[in-house]
């Protein structure tokens, strides 16, 4: 059994788990066995943070693993008790069902992935299925930034075969570098295709055949067509969809659509041309490219269809503009118009024949794929029952900016849009359930209230689960503040958050919560332009450079292209002292992301996200509800409450980027007003609402989050130092004594750091705090004695009077790397056991005399000429931990593990430089002196400069 591996036993199954799991791990994998056995669906609710997609993913391919093994028995006696035709009936009843994992982004599954590289299924066939944005390597059509222009450009090197990676794709997926592969996600398909030469877009489809499980977003599974072009079969399949709460909204949109005038008046002209080339291929022979379905007729009918929509369209005049029409009335025009139930099937495939031979003839068909893709929704749900009232239909001009005009027949009639909007959730989901999957299994860490989930879905969902959070009370700080330092009262009501007063108050609330909250904080707005307000009135008070002052801010991008690197920028800040990343409610920063320990210590909530109370589309959804309670239905809220509930579940999400494991810690700052009532608070998740308190007074809520800090890095340190000393003791072993050789250091003392946190908890997680609420008791109580100097003193004696000026907590209670640990001289004769477990720790703080971080960097370097060198490589050890954060730590480590295999001290220099400050650098070379050869020391000192 490999290291750490657990097994766990649920009924009959045993499944595989990387440690010890905690009880709602087995609680959350008993629902996901049940929902599998029963062939039931189930909402799976457990907060971020509680090894949620380990725990599907274990529970799971658990169970496809021990059907396969009994599948392979069953063939077996197939094959030599029945006939062929026989065998091939049992393999088709019993082969073991395929796991699809769905997701909303692609960051997201890229997470999934990788827990299940981990685990011990690491070994099933699973492939990741991206678009041709992600996967296309083609020079010239991966240059393309429009994405269905990148698609008609791919079909038209496929049907003319000059792709040449397309053209390898049969001949290459038998070749051991795709054969042999288990997981491959986006990144290894696309390396496998460079170095093969094939197409990754299309070997993905081609992997998909024989994989146990299928990572996809959403779109994928509930898509028409996307569904379709990638092969996927949803019969008897076991349908994971992960981050559920996004699964209505999801259902709402992918069944909904807008057909306006100008791509009307586009497949027209496209049908145009179309007939025009179709004639001229008839005409000279050429029917390379030409579906054999397709026929002059068939393009001459499909255009008079189109005229016959358009004319029906403009007869639409300005009194029914910007109201919403019935469903059942447009589909109505529809039919009128040839466009019938019964032949809406065969029109979206005579399209596709049209676009195709366009396509082939390098003429662009961007209106009929269009168009295709919309009859493909209409084909797939118009016989779901309810239809009519599912949809309206709401009529708006189109902008003019938007007009092609060239497009246009009727030009003396106003374009407009026809926003076909679904309501009912329902609609797409039923169309997904009738492809006959085993189990579809919503998870999420925000489902609730599942009751009204239940009946807004309208499938049978048997199965259900609502588990807790796993931390304790004092791992989380959550406090409601309703005004700010300068009394004034804090709520981004539309009134309101403009007000100069309010603007500078909540700047200040962010400035101070910042100077208390230790390395990374979150700062969630409602909106972008909300963040953009706030943002630009801080930068002219000058509220933003005192910001500054204690963390480096850094503002989520609106677009995608530069967002990764602000990211890695803002984690660069984290490790190197603080960062304050404000981002927005639903926005790439509030889902999907793990802000883990350090990188996620608060966040604060400036607003409740409420979408806008007088869009179209949200006065028809409160309607539609409203409409739904009134007539009886089984549904439990009603549009006034759907409104509350949509905005407190993006809070929820944005909540659930900190607190990501057992031992991590960290405050939730709600900074309006509204967020004390308790209609927002129903719909809050319950770990959080358990542990609120609400301040009406700005310093009083202050002061219990500075204690909160205070005790929580205390109380880390000290169980660092006494885990350190423990696990001395239960190996019975004084590392002091051991020879200052490399390889026997390494081999003893290394592995024994690396497995120092491997109960349950990956080596580069912090402890935090305890789960258990108190510092274990090991070592001598003297050990345990709180020093003057000690972080907690400084923490205190600061909470005690928080409303003292300019106090940067960054200098206080900082990542380990902002402090300086200096060990004190030996007075006295001790053994160098007893010296190991006594030693004193001299805390360094500029506070009261340094108010910028280059003035606390001279003070360090003034004390450094006091650093004397280390006694034993425990010492050496103990005093790393404490000078490094979580991140630099592991890293470290690994760097040495890498020496002790290439003995390069050139590397292991440049590691020394990527986790240590400059300032504490000649002090680690002191303490590696203990275990390196003087030629290694020379070499790493020369890489050092010295």
Not at 328 to 341: A, Y
Not at 627 to 637: A, C, M, Q, T, Y
Request: proline share 3%; charged share 25%; hydrophobic share 35%.
């Amino acid at each position: 059994m490999a290291r750490g591996l657990r097994v766990v036993s649920i009924e009959d199954l045993e499944i595989n788990f990387p440690f010890e799991p905690y009880e709602i791990q087995k609680d959350l994998m008993s629902k996901v066995i049940e929902c599998i056995k029963t062939r039931s669906n189930g909402l799976l609710e457990s907060p971020t943070g509680t090894g949620k997609t380990l725990s599907l993913l274990c529970a799971a391919l658990a169970w496809q693993t021990k059907e396969k093994k009994s599948y392979r028995m069953l063939l077996k006696t197939a094959d030599t008790q029945l006939s062929l035709q026989s065998s091939n009936a049992v393999k088709a009843v019993f082969e073991p069902p395929k796991i699809i994992y769905a997701s909303r982004t692609h960051s997201q599954l890229t997470q999934a992935v990788l827990e299940l590289k981990r685990s011990h299924y690491r070994t099933s066939k699973a492939v990741v299925l991206g678009s041709r944005d992600l996967l296309c390597i083609h020079e010239e059509v991966q240059r393309i930034q429009n994405s269905t222009a990148k698609i008609m450009a791919c079909h038209a090197k496929i049907q003319r075969h000059i792709c040449t990676y397309h053209n390898n794709v049969q001949q290459k997926k038998e070749d051991s570098i795709v054969r042999d592969a288990t997981v491959v996600d986006i990144e290894d398909i696309v390396q496998k295709g460079r170095q093969g030469r094939f197409c990754p877009f299309f070997m993905s489809r081609e992997l998909v055949k024989d994989a146990d499980i299928v990572f996809m977003p959403y779109n994928y599974i509930l898509d028409p067509k996307i569904r379709s072009s990638h092969g996927i079969d949803l019969k008897n399949s076991i349908i994971i969809l992960d981050e559920g709460h996004n699964i209505p909204k999801l259902c709402e949109e992918a069944v909904s659509f807008e057909i306006r005038s100008s791509l009307i008046a586009m497949c027209i002209l496209e049908l145009t041309k179309a007939l025009n080339e179709f004639k001229d291929k008839a005409e000279g022979e050429h029917t390379l490219g030409v579906d054999k379905d397709l026929s002059l007729q068939v393009i001459a009918r499909l255009k008079q269809i189109f005229l016959n929509l358009e004319t029906e369209l403009d007869k639409i005049e300005g009194k029914e503009i910007g109201y919403l029409m019935n469903g059942e009335g447009f589909i109505e025009i529809l039919s009128q118009c040839g466009f019938s139930t019964q032949r809406i099937p065969h029109l979206a495939a005579e399209l596709d024949g049209v676009g195709t031979f366009l396509t082939g003839s390098n003429i662009d068909a961007t209106g009929c794929d269009k168009f295709g893709s919309i009859l493909r929704v209409l084909s797939s749900n118009s016989l779901a029952k309810n239809f009519g009232e599912s949809y309206k239909v709401y009529v708006e001009l189109e902008l003019k900016k938007d007009i092609q005009r060239d497009f246009r027949v009727s030009e003396l009639k106003p374009s407009k849009i026809f926003n076909f909007w679904c309501f009912n959730p329902a609609v797409g989901l039923e169309t997904l359930s009738r492809f006959g999957p085993r189990s579809i299994i919503l998870a999420s860490g925000t489902l609730s209230p599942i009751s009204f989930l239940r009946e807004e879905l309208m499938i049978p969902f048997p199965v259900e689960l609502s588990n807790p959070h796993i931390i304790c009370d004092n791992q989380l700080f959550v406090g409601v503040f309703k005004t700010g330092p300068k009394n004034v009262t804090l709520s981004s009501t539309y009134e309101n958050r403009n007000r100069p007063e309010y603007l500078e108050d909540l700047g200040e609330v962010v400035l101070k919560m910042c100077s208390v909250v230790p390395a990374g904080i979150l700062v969630f707005f409602p909106s972008y332009a909300v963040m953009e307000s706030c943002t630009r009135a801080w930068r002219e008070k000058g509220t933003m450079n005192s910001i500054q002052q204690y963390k480096k801010v850094f503002v989520e991008p609106r677009g995608s292209d530069s967002f990764k690197q602000v990211l890695q920028d803002y984690y660069a800040a984290v490790r190197n002292g603080g960062g304050c990343l404000m981002a927005v409610c639903r926005g790439k920063v509030s889902e999907g992301l793990d802000f883990t320990d350090d990188y996620g210590r608060g966040v604060i909530l400036t607003g409740i996200p409420y979408s806008p109370a007088m869009d179209p589309k949200i006065i028809a959804k409160k309607n539609y509800l409203d409409g739904k309670v009134r007539s009886g239905s089984n549904l439990i809220i009603n549009g006034r409450k759907w409104y509350q509930l949509e905005a407190c579940r993006a809070l929820n999400q944005a909540v659930g980027r900190i607190i990501r494991h057992a031992h991590d810690y960290g405050a939730i700052l709600f900074c309006d007003t509204r967020c004390d009532d308790m209609n927002v608070q129903m719909n809050l998740s319950q770990w959080v609402v358990g542990r609120l308190k609400s301040y009406g007074r700005f310093d009083e809520g202050l002061r219990d989050l500075a204690k909160f800090f205070g005790s929580s890095l205390k109380q880390e340190r000290k169980q660092v130092q006494l885990n350190f000393i423990q696990k001395q003791k239960e190996a019975n072993v004084n590392y002091s004594k051991l020879p200052a050789t490399p390889n026997i250091f390494m081999n003893d003392t290394y592995e024994d750091l690396l497995s120092l946190y491997s109960t349950g908890v990956p080596t580069e997680m912090s402890e935090g705090r305890k789960n258990d609420g108190n510092v274990k008791n090991v070592g001598s109580s003297k050990d345990q004695t709180k020093k003057p100097s000690d972080k907690s003193t400084l923490f205190e004696d600061i909470a005690a009077n928080p409303t003292q000026k300019q106090v940067n907590f960054n200098f206080i209670v900082p990542a380990y790397s902002q402090v300086s640990l200096i060990p004190k001289k030996k007075t006295s004769k001790k053994t160098a056991e007893e010296g190991n477990s006594r030693k004193k720790i001299k805390i360094v703080s500029s506070v009261g005399k340094f108010s910028s971080l280059e003035s606390r960097d001279h003070l360090i370097n003034e004390n450094e000429e006091k650093l004397t060198a280390f006694t034993s490589t425990s010492e050496f050890w103990q005093w790393v931990k404490l000078s490094l954060t979580n991140d630099n730590y592991s890293k470290f480590i690994r760097g040495i593990k890498k020496f002790k295999e290439n003995q390069n001290s050139n590397e292991l220099g440049e590691e020394v430089v990527a986790c240590f400050k400059t300032q504490f650098r000649p002090q680690c070379v002191q303490g590696m002196s203990l275990f390196l050869t003087k030629e290694q020391l020379d070499q790493l000192k020369q890489t050092l400069s010295l």
